[in-house]
């Protein structure tokens, strides 16, 4: 297992390619785990042959996404002030991160799974899809959201492994979180014919298990906690504002992904479903990419923690050079072998045909979305998230603009159209930013 380095050595040290790979390899394969359970819930759907129930949820999915994603901020803001900790080799720093962390987690876990059925009634009103798909989209969101207060601190424990570069005990616990989630959507949906919610619930509280009692028995290893550090409401402040950056962050994001599948909703269900199983493939190339956003986040985290500015500038170019590189790897892989993905996840010849003919849009999301997640794991790590709120902003208003124009013009060619812009403006608008931060950060 990875244990990173010592804090005496936290401050000194140079990033190489295999202090990239060692973060992203093992990452890589922990992210791909997710889309892959997204993968399977729709396959195991899909068997059913019913383009409604495969509708609902791939509705039914976005709107959890939506909600959880606007969390992510205790994945992603726990793995930046973490690294910085850890970059200034003060070990303490790094359990009140945690479980300041997890704090928030419990609280807003509670509040979302009793939030449920208004969430469920809220997305069904926003889809406005066909009834049968609203149905079965309800019935889905108020089953996961049960497993809010594992999910969230789940989040918490991943942010804090990652952020001391420890990418072997990540993909230990990605692996055990989604491979019970994968297994159990076989027993449950297909021998039991309960539906695919119950397992993402059982597999997010095992993990959420495991996870802590890993974390809590090196806390004890440590020396202990004074209680004053934990409560130091500036500290807490400064966390909540930098919580909520990111989360206005990820709320946009997953909003630019709402008004995608919305739209493709009213192009037909066909389309709906067709569209859900692209997206797969597009987010099966995302956290393909995302091992080594990951890589950015902590070496340029850390590299901001210990103020060096040579090992901050090595990690954006390596990581960037492994992203490009990986992101080609991944164009040509949809390109050549998505039609046959697309024939294993659904037996409906409709939803097949549809997917076929705007598979291509699918497959280049990986080029033109690569410099967005480098860029967005070199300004978590530095936690510039200010920098990463306004331009994702920015980002949307040009991305509902290229919604507005072309897809009443091109139909659903324009919808992919309009999500390649978006990656781009993402991409292109913090690369102009970095400049900037880079003259004043060292």
């Given at each position: ?121 809220a ?75 119950w ?36 500290a ?33 269900t ?18 393909f ?22 090992p ?52 280049f ?29 920015l980002?949307?208003?040009?991305f ?30 913090l ?11 060292f």
């Amino acid at each position: 297992m990875d244990k990173g380095v010592t804090p005496a050595d936290a401050r000194y040290f140079v990033v190489t390619n295999r202090s990239v790979l060692a973060i992203a390899v093992p990452m890589t394969l922990a992210y791909l785990t997710t889309p892959m359970l997204g993968l399977v819930d729709t396959a195991v759907v899909g068997q059913f042959g019913d383009a409604a129930l495969l509708g609902g949820l791939a509705a039914g999915a976005l709107i959890f996404d939506v909600v959880f994603t606007t969390f992510n901020f205790l994945r992603s803001g726990t793995t930046g002030l973490v690294a910085q900790a850890f970059g200034r080799g003060d070990a303490l720093e790094e359990q009140v991160v945690f479980w300041r962390a997890v704090l928030i987690a419990v609280v807003a876990g509670i509040v979302l799974a009793a939030l449920a059925p208004l969430v469920a009634i809220a997305g069904q009103k926003f889809m406005g899809a066909e009834p049968r798909v609203s149905e079965a989209m309800g019935v889905y969101i108020r089953i996961r959201l049960l497993a809010a207060p594992f999910s969230l601190i789940n989040y918490a424990i991943l942010g804090y492994v990652l952020g001391r570069g420890e990418g072997g005990l990540g993909l230990m616990l990605q692996l055990v979180l989604n491979g019970i989630n994968i297994a159990l959507c076989f027993l449950l949906c297909l021998e039991l014919g309960w539906g695919v919610a119950w397992a993402t619930v059982t597999g997010e509280l095992l993990a959420m298990l495991l996870g802590l009692a890993i974390v809590i028995r090196r806390f004890r290893a440590a020396p202990s906690l004074p209680r004053h550090r934990l409560l130091d409401m500036a500290a807490f402040l400064r966390m909540l504002s930098l919580n909520r950056d990111i989360m206005i962050r990820s709320f946009s994001l997953l909003a630019a992904f709402a008004l995608f599948t919305r739209q493709g909703a009213q192009f037909g269900t066909v389309t709906l479903a067709a569209n859900a199983v692209l997206m797969n493939f597009f987010l099966v190339a995302g956290y393909f990419l995302d091992g080594f956003a990951t890589a950015a986040e902590q070496l340029a985290g850390r590299a901001v923690g210990a103020r060096a500015a040579a090992p901050f500038r090595q990690a954006v170019r390596l990581t960037l050079i492994w992203g490009f590189g990986l992101a080609g790897a991944a164009t040509l892989v949809l390109l050549f072998g998505g039609a046959g993905l697309v024939a294993l996840v659904t037996t409906s010849q409709e939803v097949r045909s549809v997917a076929d003919i705007y598979l291509p849009w699918a497959a280049f999301t990986a080029l033109s979305g690569v410099l967005a997640f480098q860029m967005d794991g070199v300004f978590i790590g530095a936690t510039w998230s200010r920098d990463m709120r306004n331009m994702m902003l920015l980002s949307f208003l040009v991305f509902a603009a290229a919604l507005l124009t072309l897809a009443p013009a091109f139909g659903n060619n324009g919808l992919w159209a309009a999500l390649h812009v978006f990656l781009l403006a993402r991409g292109f608008s913090l690369l102009t930013i970095l400049r900037l931060r880079v003259r004043t950060a060292f």
